[in-house]
């Protein structure tokens, strides 16, 4: 464990990783997800962040519904509101209200990015958290995560900075402090990593539960000095968590209202009748998912095909084998929070590949630093085998590190010439959904307040028109469904001043388009 201040040189690198997972993030979400939602659940994330983005928790509903149709928004007693928890659009929303909202998440992965060094630094040394951040920058599974609008990046901060207070809490008692101040800090990640994704959090933090549970019962006589130590966690975690409760009480009426159900009532957590479609979630599905899902997560997790995996176990030798005595638990901690990820979603009946088997993200740190760990010591390995001491220490060393940061880069190229072009191609575009037709519309379009009917009800033929609704239908541009003349009578009705056209399959037209019951 290294215990010293940081340096200018630790400051260094983790500024120039933090850089690095940023710009390669930001070229993602520019030039791939181009900066636009493509699943319903991003969609709705923007809803609610365009909403908070006014300052409001709920927006009033379109008065012509059908034609305002978007996917999990829903409207609750005249109150329009999105069915996710809140903890991802309140980090969304400044980002909006500046109208930079897709940089949100690359900047939240080089906020991870720089905390992964900083754990690894701290449990190890400078050389892994410096393999560790460039192994999770270059990771596909990194770069479409925090490209998007979904969740998982958020999360994946929070759930870093949870390890990583733990880790600093433990030092600190070691140095003869409480550390409640790194308490406070962890409890904060934690009630914000509910307030993001509730199940997530219950996976993560449930090692580290454990961990102290087992602390507890082995030595009786210390509750009090735990109990000292962790009682800010556990007042900062709960204070921030029950932020959502209290959304729900307030725009719903009560705190235990199950916004999910009311999209689909099959959407809950747990097996048998009634929980995901056809006749129920069962422990078979959930086997067959939750294999596929790794199957994916082999390759996508550092792009080497099948073998992602290859260094954890190496890793887990290693990091018991350095690290300090008093910290043999933590290589375990490191890969705990992905094993009860696995076995947690287990229980939900959805599986995840769209953008990679992201229900497993938020183990991105510890998976990263133990592979940091096994490459090191594998290639230590074979060098003290071929070299046998040849020209003394530490000529040796330097001749290690450069070995173990050429696997690095050779596994690196491995990543891009192999694995990720073929990633890049299916995400880009993904569903059909590109920006071209936002970019015609800018150039054809005559004035700054345009009205836009898009025929088609399925979400691949108005997902990229549709995010460019605000919450309230006032900004330059306000989509709506092409259902019928009535419809959009009434619509037009309510944009009287506003330049219209009409949209399908990838065309625009001044005319409105002949609907299939009309003669030819």
């Not at 890969?335 to 995840?352: I, R, T």
């Amino acid at each position: 464990m290294n215990t010293r201040r940081y340096t200018a040189h630790d400051y260094l690198a983790l500024l120039t990783l933090a850089l690095l997972a940023l710009a390669l993030a930001a070229s993602m979400a520019w030039f791939v997800t181009e900066r636009i939602p493509h699943l319903e659940d991003e969609i709705t994330y923007l809803f609610q962040a365009r909403t908070y983005a006014r300052g409001a928790l709920w927006a009033p509903p379109p008065p012509v519904p059908r034609s305002f149709f978007t996917p999990f928004v829903l409207t609750l007693n005249g109150r329009r509101i999105g069915k996710y928890a809140i903890g991802w659009p309140m980090l969304l929303a400044p980002g909006e209200r500046v109208r930079a909202g897709w940089l949100v998440n690359p900047l939240l992965g080089g906020l991870t990015v720089a905390l992964i060094y900083a754990l690894g630094r701290d449990l190890y040394d400078r050389q892994i958290g410096i393999l560790a951040g460039v192994l999770a920058s270059t990771s596909p599974f990194f770069l479409i995560q925090s490209s998007t609008y979904m969740s998982h990046a958020a999360s994946c901060l929070w759930s870093t900075l949870l390890m990583w207070a733990m880790l600093r809490v433990d030092m600190a008692r070691d140095s003869g402090g409480r550390g409640r101040g790194w308490a406070l800090a962890g409890g904060l990640a934690l009630g914000m990593l509910a307030l993001t994704r509730a199940l997530t959090a219950a996976a993560v933090f449930l090692p580290f539960a454990i961990l102290l549970l087992g602390r507890a019962l082995r030595r009786p006589a210390d509750v009090p000095a735990l109990v000292g130590t962790y009682w800010p966690m556990a007042v900062a975690a709960l204070l921030v968590a029950s932020l959502q409760p209290l959304y729900l009480y307030i725009v719903t009426g009560s705190p235990t209202t199950n916004l999910y159900t009311m999209v689909w009532p099959y959407d809950r957590i747990g097996f048998g009748p009634g929980i995901g479609p056809n006749e129920g979630h069962t422990l078979r599905q959930a086997l067959f998912t939750a294999r596929q899902d790794l199957t994916l997560w082999t390759s996508e997790l550092f792009g080497w095909p099948y073998a992602s995996w290859l260094f954890l176990l190496p890793g887990l030798v290693s990091g018991v084998r350095e690290g300090d005595p008093r910290r043999r638990v933590w290589p375990f901690l490191l890969l705990a929070p992905f094993v009860s990820l696995v076995v947690v979603y287990l229980a939900y009946w959805v599986g995840a590949q769209v953008y990679g088997p992201r229900y497993y993200y938020e183990g991105l740190a510890g998976l990263c630093l133990l592979s940091a760990l096994g490459l090191r010591g594998v290639v230590q390995l074979l060098h003290r085998g071929l070299t046998r001491r040849r020209r003394g220490a530490a000529e040796g060393i330097v001749s290690r590190s450069r070995l173990v940061y050429g696997a690095l880069g050779a596994l690196i190229a491995l990543n891009a010439a192999v694995y990720l072009p073929a990633r890049l191609s299916e995400w880009h575009g993904l569903y059909s959904i590109t920006r071209a037709p936002i970019e015609r519309l800018e150039e054809i379009r005559e004035s700054d307040r345009v009205l836009v009917f898009v025929r088609g009800r399925h979400w691949v033929q108005y997902g990229a028109l549709f995010s460019l609704n605000s919450p309230w239908l006032d900004g330059p541009v306000v989509v709506a469904h092409d259902i019928s003349p009535e419809h959009n009578a009434a619509v037009r009705e309510l944009f009287p001043e506003r330049e219209v056209w009409y949209y399908s399959e990838g065309s625009f037209s001044k005319e409105p388009l002949p609907y299939p019951d009309e003669g030819s």
